[in-house]
């Protein structure tokens, strides 16, 4: 997860930087997300929730415990 702001993107070397990492992640197996940080300020609940569903999606369906 990365969080991200106009800050982070002034120059387009710098928005390019970022598009280059998420490729190499993505290309290695990862899952990448962003979030402005302005988002994790005023909506931080919504982003926590996207992050466990996410990860929820990574570990596939729950396994029933206790199955015979």
Known sequence: MEVDGAFYHLNPEQYRRDRRKDHLYQKHGYRVLRFLAEDVVTDLERILNTILE???????????TGAA
């Open 54 to 64: 996410v990860v929820a999606e990574r570990r596939g369906p729950a396994q029933p």
